[in-house]
T-cell receptor
C-alpha cells in the first residue's frame, strides 16, 4: 500500500476485555515497530520485527501484551485482560532495512487510540 | 541514562521568526541516525529531517535545518521563518543498530511549539 495502515482507529474496551490492533506496513518494508504513546508523552518502544522475526520485545509492559507478524507483512498487537493504564495511542511504523540501516526513515501509521473503561 | 533528552517542554515563537528546539542524545554506537518528527494535534507523525552520524555537513530540508554537534552529542532542530502551521509537538529520535540485525529507535518526550501571530 501507499502508506502504513492501522485499524481500528478508535477502540473502546471494557476493563478485562481482549483487544487486537492491526498494522499493515508499506509493501516491502522489512522493519516494523510498535510504540505506545500516552497523552502528552513521546512514543515508547514496545517491540520490533524484522520480517517475521521478533528481534526485540523488551518494551512490552507485561505478559498481557503480545505481538506477531507471522508472514512478515501484517502485524497484530494483542492486549489481553485490558486495564485502564493500557489507554493510549498505539503507533505502528515501518521502514526498509538497507545498508546503512540507521539511515532508514520510519513511516508511521495514523495510530489506534485505545480507551479502556 | 536517557537516550534522547529534550529539555524544553514548551516553546513560543513569533510568526516569521526562527526557533531552535534542543535535543541531546546518548549512544556508544559509531553508526547512528538522528531524526526529527512533527506531530500536529491531528496525531500523525510526520518525518522532517535526518542526520547521519558520519555526515560532516548539517542536514537541511527547506525551512528545517539540523545543528549537529557530534562531540557534544546534540542535534538541535532549527525552524526558520516560522508559520502558524508549525504549531505542533516535535520529537527527536535516534536509530541505532547495524544492517541485517537488531535495530532500536528511541524518541524523546517532545517539545510543544506554539507559533504566535
Amino acid at each position: 500500500g501507499a502508506g502504513v495502515s492501522q485499524s481500528p482507529r478508535y477502540k473502546v474496551a471494557k476493563r478485562g476485555q481482549d483487544v487486537a490492533l492491526r498494522c499493515d506496513p508499506i509493501s516491502g518494508h522489512v522493519s516494523l515497530f510498535w510504540y505506545q504513546q500516552a497523552l502528552g508523552q513521546g512514543p515508547e518502544f514496545l517491540t520490533y520485527f524484522q520480517n517475521e522475526a521478533q528481534l526485540d520485545k523488551s518494551g512490552l509492559p507485561s505478559d498481557r501484551f503480545f505481538a506477531e507478524r507471522p508472514e512478515g507483512s501484517v502485524s497484530t498487537l494483542k492486549i489481553q485482560r485490558t486495564q485502564q493504564e493500557d489507554s493510549a495511542v498505539y503507533l505502528c511504523a515501518s521502514s526498509l532495512v538497507e545498508a546503512a540501516a540507521w539511515a532508514n526513515v520510519l513511516t508511521f501509521g495514523a495510530g489506534s487510540r485505545l480507551t479502556v473503561l | 541514562a536517557q537516550k534522547i533528552t529534550q529539555t524544553q517542554p514548551g516553546m513560543f515563537v513569533q510568526e516569521k521568526e526562527a526557533v531552535t528546539l534542543d535535543c541531546t542524545y546518548d549512544t556508544s554506537d559509531q553508526s547512528y541516525g538522528l531524526f526529527w518528527y512533527k506531530q500536529p494535534s491531528s496525531g500523525e507523525m510526520i518525518f522532517l529531517i535526518y542526520q547521519g552520524s558520519y555526515d560532516e555537513q548539517n542536514a537541511t530540508e527547506g525551512r528545517y535545518s539540523l545543528n549537529f554537534q557530534k562531540a557534544r552529542k546534540s542535534a538541535n532542530l532549527v525552524i526558520s521563518a516560522s508559520q502558524l502551521g508549525d504549531s505542533a509537538m516535535y520529537f527527536c529520535a535516534m536509530r541505532e543498530g547495524g544492517s541485517g540485525g537488531y535495530q532500536k529507535v528511541t524518541f524523546g518526550i517532545g517539545t510543544k511549539l506554539q507559533v504566535i501571530p
